[in-house]
């Protein structure tokens, strides 16, 4: 079977995606260049092994709650499909810049479990709503654990200001039943001519949003304490493994600390301009981080590019064992 990735994708797509990588590398490059950045060898050469593995266990517990809660949502017992679409979901994330990974997750839910689009999605705002919020509650915990100052509190607020009502925003609009009777009821009832190329994509549009919302009601989410649990110990475990790759890199960083980076990093990521697979805006992002907790600038950006490499790595890894599970899965299901 050929695999012609770039099949569905234009020139212009293409060039699109090599522009916004480019960006930022430039972006970085200029910033290296303004702060005189000089390259701490010692973290490439000494980075720990023992560490490092432990950091990968605990981003394999991560993928596993992930998986544990898509099973739960859609009432499955297939725990071990369910962790092999989160591996796969986890490297589509990695791969596609300015949250493009995330759209992956509908789809594969659909092709590997027989399940409608609009489910996968009402699935997905489901689940990355959970997430957010318990990302802001670390993140405001973090902002008081590590006693910041005014000025590095100040820069933190200025990054992230803008990211927590656009949040609340979608947040309400999806779960209020009166904005959500406005926006899918009376604007449904609206329909435009189909003649007309944009009116017959918003009439679409409108109906795609309608069956999800119908999806959201059939959605598992009434014990959501089990919600909370899986989505809780879905998030100390990616704090758990940010802890421990760090402390392979041999940066000298507590607990909070960590915290701290994590959810400042995962706040900046929902900038919908990000570099391709995150190289550059990643680097760019847990640097302030780290810099913002008083880790050496030097150093900063030096362990910034491992982390992102060693991550990225860690997800190829998951995506590939979730691909190769899935095709077990199957065969499995075929012989039955």
């Given at each position: 079977m050929k695999l012609n990735f770039f099949k569905n994708?234009?020139?212009?797509?293409?060039?699109?995606?090599?522009?916004?990588?480019?960006?930022?590398?430039?972006v970085l490059l200029l910033i290296l260049k303004l702060i005189n950045f000089?390259?701490?060898?010692?973290?490439?050469?000494?980075?720990?092994?023992?560490?490092?593995?432990?950091?990968?266990?605990?981003?394999?517990?991560f993928s596993i709650f992930r998986g544990m809660r898509i099973a739960y949502l859609l009432n499955s017992k297939n725990y071990l499909k369910s962790y092999a679409i989160s591996g796969m979901y986890v490297l589509s994330c990695?791969?596609?810049?300015?949250?493009?990974?995330?759209?992956?997750l509908p789809f594969y839910i659909k092709k590997y479990m027989d399940i409608s689009l609009s489910k996968g999605t009402a699935l997905l705002l489901t689940t990355r709503i959970f997430?957010?919020?318990?990302?802001?509650?670390?993140?405001?915990?973090s902002l008081f654990a590590i006693h910041l100052s005014y000025s590095n509190f100040h820069l933190v607020l200025s990054g992230v200001f803008f990211?927590?009502?656009?949040?609340?925003?979608?947040f309400f609009i999806i779960f209020s039943n009166n904005l959500r009777f406005f926006?899918?009821?009376?604007?449904?009832?609206?329909?435009?001519?189909?003649?007309?190329?944009?009116?017959?994509?918003?009439?679409?549009?409108?109906?795609?949003?309608?069956?999800?919302?119908?999806?959201?009601?059939?959605?598992?989410?009434?014990?959501?304490?089990?919600?909370?649990?899986?989505?809780?110990?879905g998030r100390l475990s990616v704090y758990a493994s940010f802890f421990f790759l760090f402390k392979s890199l041999n940066l000298n960083i507590t607990i909070n600390?960590?915290?701290?980076?994590?959810?400042?990093?995962?706040?900046?990521?929902?900038?919908?301009?990000?570099?391709?697979?995150?190289?550059?805006?990643?680097?760019?992002?847990?640097?302030?981080?780290?810099?913002?907790?008083?880790?050496?600038?030097?150093n900063a950006l030096t362990a910034s590019i491992p982390t992102q490499l060693l991550f990225f790595i860690f997800s190829i890894l998951e995506g590939i064992t979730g691909y190769i599970l899935l095709i077990i899965v199957s065969k499995r299901q075929k012989n039955k």
């Amino acid at each position: 079977m050929k695999l012609n990735f770039f099949k569905n994708y234009s020139k212009k797509t293409i060039l699109k995606y090599i522009f916004v990588v480019t960006f930022w590398f430039l972006v970085l490059l200029l910033i290296l260049k303004l702060i005189n950045f000089k390259i701490n060898k010692q973290i490439f050469l000494n980075i720990s092994l023992s560490p490092l593995i432990i950091s990968f266990c605990f981003y394999i517990l991560f993928s596993i709650f992930r998986g544990m809660r898509i099973a739960y949502l859609l009432n499955s017992k297939n725990y071990l499909k369910s962790y092999a679409i989160s591996g796969m979901y986890v490297l589509s994330c990695a791969i596609f810049p300015g949250g493009i990974g995330e759209a992956t997750l509908p789809f594969y839910i659909k092709k590997y479990m027989d399940i409608s689009l609009s489910k996968g999605t009402a699935l997905l705002l489901t689940t990355r709503i959970f997430d957010i919020l318990f990302v802001i509650i670390f993140f405001i915990y973090s902002l008081f654990a590590i006693h910041l100052s005014y000025s590095n509190f100040h820069l933190v607020l200025s990054g992230v200001f803008f990211i927590i009502p656009i949040f609340f925003i979608i947040f309400f609009i999806i779960f209020s039943n009166n904005l959500r009777f406005f926006f899918i009821n009376k604007l449904g009832e609206k329909k435009l001519n189909n003649k007309n190329i944009l009116g017959h994509f918003i009439n679409k549009f409108i109906l795609y949003i309608k069956n999800i919302d119908n999806e959201l009601k059939e959605i598992n989410i009434k014990k959501k304490d089990i919600l909370v649990l899986f989505t809780l110990m879905g998030r100390l475990s990616v704090y758990a493994s940010f802890f421990f790759l760090f402390k392979s890199l041999n940066l000298n960083i507590t607990i909070n600390q960590v915290i701290f980076v994590s959810t400042f990093v995962t706040l900046m990521l929902i900038i919908p301009f990000q570099g391709l697979g995150g190289f550059g805006s990643y680097e760019i992002w847990v640097t302030m981080a780290l810099i913002i907790v008083g880790i050496n600038k030097n150093n900063a950006l030096t362990a910034s590019i491992p982390t992102q490499l060693l991550f990225f790595i860690f997800s190829i890894l998951e995506g590939i064992t979730g691909y190769i599970l899935l095709i077990i899965v199957s065969k499995r299901q075929k012989n039955k």
